[in-house]
């Protein structure tokens, strides 16, 4: 186990593009940090500058207290799983996963010992001898994984290693590695652009957009205490909705329905008179029908998609739309016209202009 500092780390390319802006982060020692984002935002670039696979512009690494922003790879003693498998088709799995310690020159009965206990963990002991074209995607996932942890390196570093597993593979393989990093104890960073991935194995969540850290913290935190609308919006499935207003009369506008900002912000709401926010809230957390201290709102049903566990319901109150989750026994039908509420607690308010909170769950923030 390692515990990892990157301060004000920089990425600039040759071509002056500035992919990592003013990265900092200390990691703990096995503690399991997720990068989270969409395409290009700088997570993977942030994590090819951990491995030492590509050159920091500015800043300092350090693991265990020691700047590491100049050794190799190999030297930081880091293990990689990447996107792709990276297997050797001519190689079987024993061979795969033996490969850097053979590498390494360790003895045969030692690499044996360690293989098979290796295998064990990863339930990979039947396929031993099968080569990784007999495999299926989440088998060779989990002997990319094998090769990794089989090293006994205090980081892990794992790039989008289940973007290429079907929908029921991905469920399984983000138990398994729940698993692995219970077993291992290592120090893990992980890689991701799907925020259920991180919701369900980081202990500490590092949001990113545009190569900026927008927010870093438990996957609670992220979910219930949002800084900005980025954050609010990519966590969460479906995401928050959010309807964009001007405050008049103390009021925002959601359709014809008028929603009073007085108990939410008291005095304060006349600071926002004539100047647009944003009124967000998660589609799980309204109620159909009229409830006490919430926001009563009539709209119309556009659609319904159902879910099985749950029904999304896609609303429209004149010319806001709205996704609503609910219980798929109260699916709504399609055309008609219903009333849903809106928990004051569960509501979240912007800045339209910075984007940047002002009210979360009924605590008042400086914006």
């Given at each position: 186990m390692a515990t990892l500092e990157l301060k004000n780390i920089n990425k600039i390319y040759p071509n002056g593009f500035h992919a990592v802006h003013d990265f900092n982060l200390t990691i703990d020692k096995g503690e399991f940090i997720v990068f989270v984002g969409p395409s290009g935002c700088g997570k993977s670039t942030t994590l090819r500058m951990i491995a030492g696979l590509e050159e920091i512009s500015s800043g300092d690494?350090?693991?265990?207290?020691?700047?590491?922003?100049?050794?190799?790879?190999?030297?930081?003693?880091?293990?990689?799983?990447?996107?792709?498998?990276?297997?050797?088709?001519?190689?079987?799995?024993?061979?795969?996963?033996?490969?850097?310690?053979?590498?390494?020159?360790?003895?045969?009965?030692?690499?044996?010992?360690?293989?098979?206990?290796?295998?064990?963990?990863?339930?990979?002991?039947?396929?031993?001898?099968?080569?990784?074209?007999?495999?299926?995607?989440?088998?060779?996932?989990?002997?990319?994984?094998?090769?990794?942890?089989?090293?006994?390196?205090?980081?892990?570093?794992?790039?989008?290693?289940?973007?290429?597993?079907?929908?029921?593979?991905?469920?399984?393989?983000?138990?398994?590695?729940?698993?692995?990093?219970?077993?291992?104890?290592?120090?893990?960073?992980y890689v991701t652009h799907d925020q259920t991935e991180a919701m369900t194995l980081a202990d500490r969540i590092v949001v990113m957009k545009d190569g900026y850290v927008q927010q870093i913290g438990t996957p609670k935190e992220l979910y219930f205490d949002p800084v900005n609308v980025f954050v609010a919006g990519f966590i969460g499935e479906p995401p928050m909705n959010f309807i964009r207003s001007v405050v008049t009369g103390g009021k925002v506008s959601f359709g014809e329905n008028q929603l009073d900002l007085a108990p939410l912000l008291g005095d304060k709401a006349a600071a926002y008179e004539g100047k647009k926010i944003v009124f967000g809230f998660r589609p799980e957390a309204i109620v159909l029908g009229a409830a006490e201290d919430s926001y009563h709102v009539t709209c119309s049903v556009e659609l319904t998609e159902m879910l099985g566990d749950n029904t999304n319901v896609y609303v429209v109150a004149g010319e806001d739309r709205a996704i609503l989750k609910v219980n798929p026994y109260d699916t709504p039908e399609t055309d008609s016209t219903i009333t849903f509420s809106i928990p004051r607690k569960s509501v979240y308010l912007f800045d339209d202009e910075t984007e940047m909170v002002i009210q979360q769950q009924n605590a008042v923030l400086n914006a």
């Open positions: 690494f350090l693991i265990d207290g020691n700047r590491v922003n100049e050794l190799g790879p190999r030297e930081r003693e880091v293990a990689m799983v990447f996107q792709s498998y990276a297997l050797y088709p001519q190689m079987t799995v024993y061979d795969n996963i033996a490969f850097g310690l053979t590498l390494q020159g360790v003895d045969d009965d030692v690499i044996e010992e360690r293989v098979l206990k290796t295998a064990k963990i990863l339930g990979l002991t039947d396929y031993l001898d099968r080569l990784p074209r007999a495999l299926s995607g989440g088998q060779r996932q989990r002997v990319a994984i094998g090769r990794s942890i089989i090293r006994k390196v205090g980081i892990f570093l794992m790039d989008e290693p289940l973007s290429n597993l079907d929908a029921k593979q991905r469920v399984t393989m983000r138990a398994e590695i729940a698993q692995i990093h219970r077993e291992t104890g290592a120090t893990t960073i």
